[in-house]
């Protein structure tokens, strides 16, 4: 059965400073992976999606991701990040049959 | 933009009452989802359609039933409300697995 599992449930860093989300997934085939972000109040915004060619993949708002298949990762990055930055950001899975699997969610937090 | 549009923001039903949440979008997508979002959890798929009569269990089916008789439009049904079903539901479509899901806003349910 194909799963996400997003291992950091809250993660707090200075403004400026850059950042690591992490997710690692299962899927029996090759994955279609993506990036959301949800701020308070608000709906779930895409941030970046993979599904063929290149592994290092760009998004909105500066953040990347980078597509491992011997490590069924799918990290998000930002080199410096920003108070508005602070949301809760989920990593979902798909692939040919259409079933789209959530992670549980890392909040972020931002300190000035 | 794509539209995915959810019958009510908010709803207070009362334990035993049969529940019935509406999903409708506007861009002829193929794939129609219903998950459920509580704080820790993340996005829970109940079920999902990948075509007009056509419906998969999710990860969390039990308790729901669901109907898409025509292609925009995906209804959640809840048989016998009970309190554990008091949550955040949200609906989304997307086109293809390959690609982005567009969300509706959610609708807020309490059972009481």
């Known amino acids: 059965a194909q799963s996400v599992t997003q291992p950091d449930i809250h993660i707090t860093v200075s403004e400026g400073a850059s950042l690591e989300l992490r997710c690692n997934y299962s899927y029996g085939a090759t994955p279609y992976l993506f990036w959301y972000v949800q701020s308070p109040g608000q709906g779930l915004q895409l941030l970046l999606k993979?599904?063929?060619?290149?592994?290092l993949v760009q998004g909105i708002k500066g953040f990347e991701a980078e597509f491992k298949r011997s490590q069924s990762s799918f990290n998000l990055r930002k080199p410096s990040v920003h108070w508005s930055d602070a949301a809760e950001y989920f990593c979902a899975v798909t692939g040919t049959a259409s079933k789209l699997t959530f992670g549980t969610g890392t909040r972020l937090q931002v300190t000035l | 933009d794509v539209k995915v549009t959810q019958s009510s923001r908010y709803l207070v039903k009362r334990t035993g009452e049969k529940v019935f949440l509406e999903c409708v979008q506007d861009?002829?997508?193929?794939?129609m989802f219903w998950y459920r979002q509580d704080p820790g959890l993340g996005l829970r798929l109940i079920y999902f359609?990948?075509?007009?009569?056509?419906?998969e269990k999710g990860d969390i089916p039990e308790g729901y039933s669901v109907s898409r008789e025509k292609k925009e439009r995906f209804s959640l049904i809840l048989e016998s409300a009970s309190t554990n079903q008091t949550s955040m539901y949200l609906c989304?479509?997307?086109?293809?697995?390959?690609?982005?899901?567009?969300f509706g806003q959610g609708t807020r349910l309490t059972v009481v």
């Open positions: 359609s990948y075509d007009v009569k056509m419906k």
């Open positions: 861009m002829d997508h193929e794939n």
């Open positions: 989304a479509s997307s086109l293809s697995g390959s690609e982005r899901a567009f």
């Open positions: 993979y599904f063929s060619g290149d592994t």
